[in-house]
């Protein structure tokens, strides 16, 4: 049994989580946070048979979209609703994968 660990882009989470429930996987979504953008993206934690791993892996694959997003640096916190400080584009990857190995499982 592995436990896949997916970071997904918000855009992309129901698509991703409906594809997967389609193929028969068990997901659970969690909301989660970035710590460098420090905006929400959604991390899926999903079970899954260590032979069924790789399918799910394409099938998140398939359905997330790397993304260009700017983020203000250091420099322009604090100077209120102004848009002119200094940014950088950071490339946001469709989805960040950790797959785990798991030690037991059991459902009551
Ligand atoms: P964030 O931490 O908000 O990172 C968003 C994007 O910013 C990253 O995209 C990367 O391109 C860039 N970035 C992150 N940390 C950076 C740093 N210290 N210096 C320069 N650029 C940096 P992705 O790598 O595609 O990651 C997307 C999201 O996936 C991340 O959001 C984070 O929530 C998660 N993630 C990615 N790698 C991770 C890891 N090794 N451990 C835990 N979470 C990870």
Known sequence: MKLILAIINNDDSAVVSSALTNEGFIVTKLS?????????????????????????KEIIRLNSQTRKKVKPTTMSYGVGLHDSGPKIEVKVGGATIFVLDVEETEKY
């Open 32 to 56: 989660t946070t970035g710590g460098f953008l420090m905006v929400g993206n959604t991390t899926l934690l999903v079970g899954s048979k260590k032979e069924d791993v790789a399918r799910a």
